[in-house]
């Protein structure tokens, strides 16, 4: 079992930054690819960020291209999102997660992730 935990969300103004954490004990991070995921009250868990094992891929939904950076520490088994020129509409739960199966990076199907964090509150107030 992997154990995924986030951290570095808070309350923050509309045009802040902010860094989140995810990290992990387990030996086989290097070999997952990672996402970010965020859900709003009442909607539905959207992919955010993904990144390759080896960091030399990463994807992003359209809403946030330009904004955030995902980016990874191997020998820190943790993974990053910097988020910058927030939004109030990026207010949300944001999750981590863990693709054991494509290596690659480029899953944005939340099902395609075996395994998650418990999440961390980000808000952005105008």
């Known amino acids: 079992q992997v154990q995924l935990v986030e951290s570095g969300g808070g309350l923050v103004q509309a045009g802040g930054s902010l860094r989140l954490s995810c990290s992990t004990s387990?030996?086989?991070?290097?070999?997952?690819?990672m996402g970010w995921f965020r859900q709003a009250p009442g909607q539905e868990r959207e992919f955010v960020a993904s990144?390759?094992?080896?960091?030399?891929?990463?994807y992003y939904t359209d809403s946030v291209k330009g904004r955030f950076a995902i980016s990874r520490d191997n020998a820190k088994n943790t993974v990053y999102l910097q988020m910058d020129s927030l939004k109030p509409e990026d207010t949300a739960v944001y999750y981590c997660?863990?693709?054991?199966?494509?290596?690659?990076?480029?899953?944005?199907?939340?099902?395609?992730?075996?395994?998650w964090g418990q999440g961390t509150q980000v808000t952005v107030s105008s």
């Open positions: 997660a863990a693709d054991r199966r494509n290596s690659f990076g480029s899953t944005r199907d939340r099902f395609g992730y075996e395994y």
């Open positions: 387990a030996r086989t991070f290097s070999s997952y690819a």
């Open positions: 990144i390759s094992w080896n960091g030399d891929h990463t």
